[in-house]
Nanobody
């Protein structure tokens, strides 16, 4: 059974830090690109960070220098370290694992974890 389970969200003050985890099971995790997305009600889901199977990473300008994505393939886990959090980082954070297979893009989503940045 394919699963992606996020954890680590919560309430944090502006300027604080959180580390999110995404634990995968049921598929060949190490060969997948994993991305973190976030979404607030009424807005489109926003890409936050990606890490490829070759460990290359990308970030949008909104989080670059504050967020760091990493992975531990032995533990089938991807992390998102979030520092210097801002109220505008408040969202539900989702992880997604994907890879191209002949003729299709295969992808899986987690259920999300809420991050709230407020004083």
């Amino acid at each position: 059974q394919v699963q992606l389970v996020e954890s680590g969200g919560g309430l944090v003050q502006p300027g604080g830090s959180l580390r999110l985890s995404c634990v995968a099971s049921g598929f060949a995790f190490s060969s997948y690109t994993v991305a973190w997305y976030r979404q607030v009600p009424g807005k489109q889901r926003e890409l936050v960070a990606t890490i490829s199977s070759a460990l290359s990473t990308t970030y949008p300008d909104s989080v670059r220098g504050r967020f760091t994505i990493s992975r531990d393939n032995a533990e089938n886990t991807v992390y998102l370290q979030m520092n210097r959090l801002k109220p505008e980082d408040t969202a539900v954070y989702y992880c997604r694992a994907s890879r191209y297979e002949p003729g299709s893009l295969v992808g899986y989503w987690g259920q999300g974890t809420q991050v709230t940045v407020a004083s």
